[in-house]
Structure formats: structure tokens, C-alpha cells
């Protein structure tokens, strides 16, 4: 009798933590290709992490605010932008494709670039925590998304080029000022 309430107590202290599990509230981390993601649905977020040689870099989506944080470390450079909810994957698709495990490519249905502007950004803590702790040790600056069409006066070899999962590439152009 006294075993069969021990084993009563084992199972509903596991409920908590599977409860915890069918929640938006876990994070959900996954790999495609050489990125490494880690998702939480609860707070919006999803940070990236490329390990590329070529263009090895650092990202953040914030779903919740649309604004997107790159740390571009062959610049030694942070760049915020907004994120073109259009065009970019929902926090939903990137959930689906991580937890599907997929090795398929999507087409990458959209190219965006940006355009850095020459003024820094003074306060990264209106940011929130994650893009401040990742930006905190290197100039962060300000990025335009350029509408299409206006695109072809930028110079190619002043781009940074990123492919976000499978689903965007972007390019992040411009000169990034006392580099």
C-alpha cells in the first residue's frame, strides 16, 4: 500500500513539468543547415545562431515588437530593423519547419535588403534584454529596408548577405561608419 502511494506522489510531481511542456511557454530549439535556432513562442523571440565561416553571425527576431537584430561579426557590427511582417516567416512557420525537423529547403520566397544609416544606436536596453546582451560589445546601428526597385545603387561589395532558416535572404548594405 505504501508503494502504490509513493508512486501516486512520483507521478504528480512529473504533471507540472508535462503540463509546462504542451504550453506555448517551452522553448524549442533546432538546427537547419549550419544554424542553430532556439525558439520561445511565449515571449516572442527567436535567436539565431550561424556558424558559416563565410558569414558567420548572430540574430534575433522579435515577433512581438517586429524588429530584427543581426550581429555581423566579419563587421564587428550590430544592425536593427524592422522586420516586413509581409515578408517575413511567421513565428509560426519557423516553429513548424524546426519541429518537422525538416532537411528540405523552402524556396527562399523573398530577398529583402537593408541600408545602414550612419547614426549609432545610444540605448539598447529599450530593446529588451536579448538584443542588448548580444549587440552590447560592438557599434549597433540602424537599418533601412529598401522598397524594391531602389535597390540597384547600392554597392554589391559593401553587402552582407544572410539567409534566415531556408525561408529569406537578406542583404545588409552599406558602408557601417568608423569600420
Known amino acids: ?3 502504490a502511494g509513493t508512486l501516486d506522489l512520483g507521478l504528480l510531481s512529473l504533471l507540472p513539468s508535462l503540463l509546462q511542456n504542451i504550453s506555448d511557454n517551452h522553448p ?6 549550419t544554424q542553430s535556432i532556439h525558439v520561445n513562442a511565449f ?6 545562431r550561424d556558424n558559416n565561416v563565410l ?13 530584427l537584430a543581426a550581429k555581423l561579426f566579419s563587421k564587428m557590427a550590430c ?10 516567416p511567421t513565428l509560426d512557420d519557423i516553429v513548424k519547419a524546426l519541429d518537422h525537423q525538416t532537411s528540405k529547403h523552402y524556396p527562399s ?3 529583402l535588403t537593408y541600408t545602414v544609416l550612419p547614426s549609432r544606436v545610444k540605448n539598447l536596453a529599450q530593446f529588451g534584454a ?16 529598401q522598397k524594391e526597385g531602389n535597390a540597384l545603387a547600392i554597392d554589391p561589395d559593401s553587402c552582407f548577405e544572410i539567409q534566415l532558416l531556408s525561408f529569406l535572404g537578406l542583404s545588409i548594405c ?3 561608419p568608423g569600420l
Open 174 to 176: 552599406g558602408e557601417i
Open 43 to 48: 515571449r516572442g523571440m527567436v535567436s539565431i
Open 79 to 88: 544592425v536593427l530593423a524592422k522586420m516586413d511582417e509581409a515578408v517575413f
Open 28 to 33: 524549442l530549439d533546432g538546427s537547419v543547415g
Open 109 to 111: 520566397t523573398h530577398g
Open 1 to 3: 500500500m505504501g508503494n
Open 55 to 67: 558569414s558567420e553571425w548572430d540574430g534575433v527576431l522579435d515577433y512581438k515588437n517586429a524588429l
Open 130 to 145: 536579448p538584443i542588448k546582451d548580444m549587440c552590447r560589445a560592438v557599434p549597433t546601428y540602424f537599418a533601412q529596408q
